[in-house]
Protein backbone atom coordinates (compact mmCIF):
# COMPACT_ATOMS: atom_id res chain seq x y z
CA UNK A 1 0.00 0.00 0.00
CA UNK A 2 1.48 3.42 -1.28
CA UNK A 3 1.83 6.35 1.56
CA UNK A 4 0.87 9.99 1.00
CA UNK A 5 0.99 13.43 2.79
CA UNK A 6 -1.77 15.81 3.55
CA UNK A 7 -1.66 17.62 6.62
CA UNK A 8 -5.75 18.74 5.93
CA UNK A 9 -6.79 14.94 5.67
CA UNK A 10 -9.51 13.72 8.61
CA UNK A 11 -11.36 11.17 8.30
CA UNK A 12 -14.10 12.34 5.91
CA UNK A 13 -12.04 13.60 4.00
CA UNK A 14 -13.12 12.42 0.23
CA UNK A 15 -10.34 13.88 -2.11
CA UNK A 16 -6.77 14.22 -2.18
CA UNK A 17 -4.71 17.48 -2.16
CA UNK A 18 -3.66 18.48 -5.44
CA UNK A 19 0.10 18.29 -4.40
CA UNK A 20 -0.53 14.93 -3.83
CA UNK A 21 -2.24 13.69 -6.79
CA UNK A 22 0.72 14.19 -8.83
CA UNK A 23 2.61 11.89 -6.99
CA UNK A 24 -0.41 9.88 -7.46
CA UNK A 25 0.28 9.80 -11.33
CA UNK A 26 4.02 9.61 -10.65
CA UNK A 27 2.91 6.07 -9.20
CA UNK A 28 0.48 5.32 -11.55
CA UNK A 29 -2.34 4.52 -8.76
CA UNK A 30 -5.20 3.08 -10.32
CA UNK A 31 -9.13 2.96 -9.34
CA UNK A 32 -10.34 0.99 -6.55
CA UNK A 33 -6.38 0.97 -4.76
CA UNK A 34 -5.96 1.19 -1.20
CA UNK A 35 -3.90 3.50 0.00
CA UNK A 36 -2.87 5.57 3.13
CA UNK A 37 -3.15 9.45 3.97
CA UNK A 38 -0.92 10.49 6.87
CA UNK A 39 -1.24 14.42 8.50
CA UNK A 40 1.96 14.01 9.95
CA UNK A 41 0.70 14.58 13.78
CA UNK A 42 -0.06 10.82 13.96
CA UNK A 43 -3.37 10.50 12.15
CA UNK A 44 -3.91 8.09 9.07
CA UNK A 45 -6.47 7.73 6.48
CA UNK A 46 -6.82 4.49 4.83
CA UNK A 47 -8.98 4.84 1.50
CA UNK A 48 -10.31 3.54 -1.48
CA UNK A 49 -9.08 5.44 -5.09
CA UNK A 50 -12.58 6.00 -6.37
CA UNK A 51 -11.39 8.63 -9.38
CA UNK A 52 -7.26 8.39 -9.98
CA UNK A 53 -7.90 11.32 -12.06
CA UNK A 54 -9.19 14.01 -9.84
CA UNK A 55 -8.01 12.13 -6.47
CA UNK A 56 -11.53 11.26 -5.16
CA UNK A 57 -11.49 8.78 -2.17
CA UNK A 58 -13.74 6.94 -0.69
CA UNK A 59 -12.87 6.73 3.30
CA UNK A 60 -12.47 3.52 5.23
CA UNK A 61 -10.93 3.54 8.38
CA UNK A 62 -9.26 6.73 10.63
CA UNK A 63 -6.16 5.63 12.78
CA UNK A 64 -4.36 7.72 15.64
CA UNK A 65 -1.41 6.54 17.44
CA UNK A 66 0.61 8.70 20.09
CA UNK A 67 4.24 9.03 19.21
CA UNK A 68 6.92 6.41 20.70
CA UNK A 69 9.14 7.70 23.81
CA UNK A 70 11.80 8.65 23.65
CA UNK A 71 11.14 11.59 21.25
CA UNK A 72 14.74 11.88 19.68
CA UNK A 73 15.89 15.10 17.83
CA UNK A 74 18.98 15.31 15.57
CA UNK A 75 21.10 18.16 15.29
CA UNK A 76 23.06 17.05 12.43
CA UNK A 77 26.04 18.82 11.11
CA UNK A 78 26.28 20.07 7.39
CA UNK A 79 28.50 17.97 5.26
CA UNK A 80 29.82 17.70 1.80
CA UNK A 81 28.62 14.54 -0.78
CA UNK A 82 25.00 14.55 0.32
CA UNK A 83 26.18 13.18 3.39
CA UNK A 84 23.99 14.82 5.76
CA UNK A 85 20.69 14.42 3.04
CA UNK A 86 21.46 10.95 3.89
CA UNK A 87 21.82 10.87 7.60
CA UNK A 88 18.35 12.81 7.42
CA UNK A 89 16.65 10.60 5.07
CA UNK A 90 17.64 7.62 7.36
CA UNK A 91 16.89 9.71 10.61
CA UNK A 92 13.07 9.84 9.42
CA UNK A 93 12.86 6.58 8.11
CA UNK A 94 13.88 5.55 11.51
CA UNK A 95 11.06 8.06 13.29
CA UNK A 96 12.58 10.63 14.37
CA UNK A 97 11.32 13.71 15.78
CA UNK A 98 12.93 16.83 14.67
CA UNK A 99 16.44 17.74 12.71
CA UNK A 100 18.15 20.56 13.27
CA UNK A 101 20.63 21.54 10.46
CA UNK A 102 24.25 22.56 12.40
CA UNK A 103 27.52 24.88 11.15
CA UNK A 104 30.41 23.40 12.73
CA UNK A 105 33.79 25.21 12.51
CA UNK A 106 34.73 22.03 10.29
CA UNK A 107 31.75 22.22 8.15
CA UNK A 108 33.11 22.14 4.43
CA UNK A 109 29.48 23.01 3.65
CA UNK A 110 28.01 26.53 4.24
CA UNK A 111 24.26 27.52 3.28
CA UNK A 112 24.83 31.35 3.59
CA UNK A 113 22.48 33.18 1.38
CA UNK A 114 20.56 29.35 0.30
CA UNK A 115 19.56 28.24 4.01
CA UNK A 116 15.98 28.97 3.26
CA UNK A 117 16.13 27.36 0.28
CA UNK A 118 18.35 24.19 1.66
CA UNK A 119 16.13 23.94 4.59
CA UNK A 120 13.06 23.39 2.22
CA UNK A 121 14.88 20.82 0.69
CA UNK A 122 15.52 18.84 3.70
CA UNK A 123 12.20 19.24 4.32
CA UNK A 124 10.76 17.49 1.12
CA UNK A 125 13.31 15.15 1.72
CA UNK A 126 11.63 14.35 5.30
CA UNK A 127 8.28 14.35 3.99
CA UNK A 128 9.30 11.62 1.46
CA UNK A 129 11.35 9.82 3.78
CA UNK A 130 8.27 9.50 6.19
CA UNK A 131 5.44 8.49 3.14
CA UNK A 132 8.32 5.99 1.72
CA UNK A 133 8.64 4.13 5.70
CA UNK A 134 5.29 4.58 6.45
CA UNK A 135 5.49 6.77 9.50
CA UNK A 136 2.76 8.56 10.70
CA UNK A 137 4.71 11.63 12.03
CA UNK A 138 6.00 14.26 10.02
CA UNK A 139 9.93 15.03 11.49
CA UNK A 140 10.29 19.12 12.11
CA UNK A 141 13.10 20.93 10.29
CA UNK A 142 14.64 23.28 12.15
CA UNK A 143 16.42 26.56 11.10
CA UNK A 144 20.15 26.56 10.66
CA UNK A 145 21.59 26.83 14.05
CA UNK A 146 25.21 27.08 15.31
CA UNK A 147 26.96 25.72 18.08
CA UNK A 148 26.38 28.62 20.66
CA UNK A 149 22.32 28.23 19.79
CA UNK A 150 21.98 24.46 20.90
CA UNK A 151 19.97 24.22 24.20
CA UNK A 152 19.29 19.89 24.72
CA UNK A 153 15.53 18.99 24.64
CA UNK A 154 15.31 16.53 27.35
CA UNK A 155 18.76 14.11 28.05
CA UNK A 156 21.18 16.03 25.26
CA UNK A 157 23.94 13.90 23.88
CA UNK A 158 26.82 14.96 21.77
CA UNK A 159 28.45 11.58 19.77
CA UNK A 160 32.48 11.63 20.61
CA UNK A 161 34.63 8.70 19.56
CA UNK A 162 36.81 9.45 22.03
CA UNK A 163 34.31 10.10 25.07
CA UNK A 164 34.41 7.54 28.60
CA UNK A 165 30.57 7.30 28.49
CA UNK A 166 28.70 4.14 26.27
CA UNK A 167 25.72 5.11 25.09
CA UNK A 168 24.16 1.55 26.37
CA UNK A 169 22.93 2.09 29.81
CA UNK A 170 21.99 5.79 29.48
CA UNK A 171 19.55 7.17 31.84
CA UNK A 172 17.13 8.76 29.38
CA UNK A 173 14.25 11.52 29.68
CA UNK A 174 10.89 11.56 27.95
CA UNK A 175 13.50 13.43 24.87
CA UNK A 176 16.35 12.86 24.03
CA UNK A 177 18.96 15.13 21.20
CA UNK A 178 21.15 13.86 19.63
CA UNK A 179 24.25 16.14 18.60
CA UNK A 180 26.81 14.72 15.04
CA UNK A 181 29.48 16.20 13.77
CA UNK A 182 30.77 17.14 10.65
CA UNK A 183 33.24 14.94 7.97
CA UNK A 184 36.39 16.12 10.60
CA UNK A 185 34.57 15.96 13.74
CA UNK A 186 34.19 18.61 16.54
CA UNK A 187 37.58 20.83 17.29
CA UNK A 188 37.99 20.24 20.76
CA UNK A 189 36.40 24.28 21.82
CA UNK A 190 32.91 22.94 20.34
CA UNK A 191 33.01 19.92 22.25
CA UNK A 192 33.83 21.94 25.27
CA UNK A 193 31.21 24.45 24.92
CA UNK A 194 28.66 21.46 24.04
CA UNK A 195 29.69 20.10 27.51
CA UNK A 196 28.92 23.64 29.12
CA UNK A 197 25.78 23.77 27.58
CA UNK A 198 24.67 20.67 29.36
CA UNK A 199 25.52 18.00 26.81
CA UNK A 200 27.11 15.00 27.53
CA UNK A 201 29.65 12.97 25.52
CA UNK A 202 28.76 9.22 24.33
CA UNK A 203 30.26 6.69 22.50
CA UNK A 204 29.33 4.36 19.45
CA UNK A 205 31.49 0.99 20.31
CA UNK A 206 34.80 1.45 19.05
CA UNK A 207 34.17 2.18 15.28
CA UNK A 208 34.45 5.52 14.00
CA UNK A 209 31.32 6.37 12.10
CA UNK A 210 30.94 8.69 9.10
CA UNK A 211 28.72 11.62 9.88
CA UNK A 212 26.08 9.87 7.45
CA UNK A 213 25.75 6.83 9.88
CA UNK A 214 26.75 8.42 13.40
CA UNK A 215 22.88 9.87 13.76
CA UNK A 216 21.08 7.13 12.81
CA UNK A 217 23.26 4.82 13.97
CA UNK A 218 22.46 6.50 17.65
CA UNK A 219 19.10 6.74 16.67
CA UNK A 220 18.70 2.92 16.31
CA UNK A 221 20.25 2.00 19.41
CA UNK A 222 18.38 4.28 21.43
CA UNK A 223 15.40 2.89 20.09
CA UNK A 224 16.27 -0.66 20.40
CA UNK A 225 17.70 0.72 23.97
CA UNK A 226 14.19 1.91 25.00
CA UNK A 227 12.14 -0.93 24.07
CA UNK A 228 10.65 0.82 20.70
CA UNK A 229 11.93 -1.89 18.87
CA UNK A 230 10.78 -4.96 21.08
Known sequence: ?????????????????????????????????????????????????????????????????????????????????????????????????????LQASRSVVDWGAKASRNQERWNQIAISAMKQSQQAFRADINDLSTLKQLIPVGTGLVLDPQASTSIVGLQLENEVTIVVGPEGGFAQHEIDSLASQGFVGVRLGVSILRTSS?????????????GQWS
Open 1 to 101: MHWFYDPSITEASSVITATELEHFKSLRIRDGEEVAITNGVGGVLTATVSNAATGQLEPKSFQVTARSTPAIHLVQSLAKGGRDEAALQAAVELGVSSITP
Open 214 to 226: AGPAAIAALMALS
